[in-house]
Nanobody, 117 residues
Framework: QVQPMESGGGLVQAGGSLRLSCAFSGTIFSISTMGWYRQAPGKQRELVAVITSGGSTDYAGSVKGRFTISRDNAKNTAYLQMNSLKLEDTAVYYC???????????WGKGTLVTVSS
């Protein structure tokens, strides 16, 4: 079973930065939309950012201007650069690979980001 693999989570102080990575070994990476989602304790999973195969991006309003999603198709990896982190950014961050061509979604197991005061 192909599965995205997230990395880069950890503990950071408010105002700090982290970069998450999502590696995916499947051959469909370059034609897939990559998404970062997060789930805070007691809350529903929410979309943070997406990047299409063509490089178009979209962000949740709460992270716009602070987070940047990018991808490197040569490395089959997507990234989420998170700057000016806030306490409310604390969550488990999940990577999603969505390939509409084959109607498939793949989810990673998540990486925990904890922002402290």
């Amino acid at each position: 079973q192909v599965q995205p693999m997230e990395s880069g989570g950890g503990l950071v102080q408010a105002g700090g930065s982290l970069r998450l990575s999502c590696a995916f070994s499947g051959t469909i990476f370059s034609i897939s939309t990559m998404g970062w989602y997060r789930q805070a304790p007691g809350k529903q999973r929410e979309l943070v950012a997406v990047i299409t195969s063509g490089g178009s991006t979209d962000y949740a309003g709460s992270v716009k201007g602070r987070f940047t999603i990018s991808r490197d198709n040569a490395k089959n990896t997507a990234y989420l650069q998170m700057n000016s982190l806030k306490l409310e950014d604390t969550a488990v961050y999940y990577c999603n690979v969505h390939c509409s061509l084959i109607s498939k979604d793949y989810w990673g197991k998540g990486t925990l980001v904890t922002v402290s005061s």
